[in-house]
């Protein structure tokens, strides 16, 4: 299917609830655009309205795309908050590459670059371009209406809920203890899977054994770098299914292993709402520190295929090939489950929800 073409500040401001999936309010939008949009990038406007705070949060992005120019768009009620952030975003991403920077109160846009024209000073009412937005619908880019809606589908169960299914939480806790590592490997194995090859969201019970088995950091691990961009949208729906019934204890996990599927699915939203909701709850787990690195360095879900998935690798900061740094003996490979002896892992090697069995394929 052929880009979306954007050929005005209007047509912009139009796409840009269905690129995020959500309508901004206080947010700057920075659309990366080489010879067709790369990505877009969205951070809060109080995250990045110092130049330490944008240096952190959007500072990669220049290094990131070279060759690419960057369409700014800051929208605010306090239309001078949203200026002085434009002004740091000159700075930031370089203003010789910003080919505009755009100031909205979601009424009327102001540019950053014609502010001492007289027929600028009260800026343009915005035209909300139907025919671009039909287009965006039909590529099945919806819109909710606001980024709290969005937040809501990963926060998890409330108080009546969590009350009604202690017992059951208590049994999945009772289960996932009395496992040996290659029970608790296979029983991971076969509910995920289960829900996967059906495609029926697991239910309460399938939903609080999964989440105790991922308390384990080497069940996470094996799940995290077994994940692969095919299997990523089915997968959403599995994670979103056991974040429904998840107590916060027991939610980091399922939160990242959602944040990734949502990165690797292209849902940049979704996966902000994972890392935020985790950075309240356990900013020390590893599976956040790898998926906030990958965020931050502005991947391309496309390059999951050819970097080392090791999330301790990743929380570190290290960003390496597949064949540039030597794996920790210890550490699950994607195409391997701990536990198994040689013919066993042989067997299963090429089936089970999400594994990363694409990258033999892309690498040959």
Same mark, same amino acid.
């Given at each position: 299917? =052929? ?30 655009? +080489? ?24 500072? =990669? ?9 960057? &369409? ?15 002004? @740091? ?71 009546? @809920? ?34 996967? +090859? ?5 239910? =309460? ?49 399922? &939160? ?56 301790? &690798? ?13 794996? =920790? ?21 090429? +089936? ?11 690498? +040959?």
């Amino acid at each position: 299917m =052929p880009p979306v073409r954007i050929r005005s500040v209007d047509q912009a401001i139009s796409i840009v609830p269905h690129l995020l999936g959500y309508r901004p309010e206080e947010d700057l939008i920075v659309l990366v655009v +080489g010879p067709t949009l790369e990505v877009t990038v969205r951070a809060s406007l109080d995250q990045v309205d110092s130049p330490a705070g944008f240096a952190h949060q959007l500072g =990669p992005v220049a290094l990131r795309f070279p060759d690419a120019e960057f &369409l700014v768009i800051a929208y605010s009620r306090d239309i001078d908050h949203a200026r002085s952030v434009l002004l @740091l975003a000159q700075a930031g991403l370089g203003p010789d590459r910003i080919c505009d920077a755009i100031a909205t109160d979601g009424d009327r846009w102001w540019s950053l670059y014609c502010e001492d024209r007289p027929e600028c000073v009260d800026g343009h009412q915005i035209q909300t371009d139907a025919a671009i937005q039909a287009e965006a619908v039909y590529r099945g880019l919806g819109v909710l209406t606001d980024r709290k809606t969005l937040a809501a589908t990963v926060s998890g169960p409330d108080a009546e @809920l969590l009350a009604s299914e202690s017992q059951l939480l208590e049994q999945a806790r009772a289960f996932a203890a009395g496992l040996t590592n290659d029970e608790a490997t296979e029983a991971l194995t076969e509910i995920v899977g289960q829900a996967f +090859g059906t495609q029926t969201p697991p239910g =309460p019970e399938a939903a609080l054994r999964i989440a105790c088995l991922l308390a384990d950091d080497r069940l996470a691990t094996t799940v995290w770098v077994s994940t692969c961009q095919s299997a990523a949208r089915p997968l959403l729906e599995v994670w979103t299914a056991v974040l429904a019934h998840t107590p916060e204890e027991l939610a980091t996990r399922p &939160l990242m292993l959602c944040g990734l599927a949502a990165w690797l699915a292209g849902d940049g939203a979704l996966e902000s709402c994972c890392l935020e909701r985790a950075a309240r709850l356990d900013p020390k787990d590893n599976l956040f520190g790898a998926l906030d690195f990958l965020q931050r360095s502005v991947l391309h879900p496309a390059d999951w295929l050819d970097i080392n998935p090791d999330p301790n &690798l990743l929380a570190a900061g290290i960003l390496a090939d597949l064949t540039g740094v030597q794996e =920790p003996p210890d550490r699950p490979g994607p195409r391997q489950r701990p536990g198994r002896s040689g013919p066993q892992r042989r067997r299963r090697a090429g +089936g089970g929800p999400g594994r990363r069995s694409d990258r033999r394929r892309r690498r +040959g």
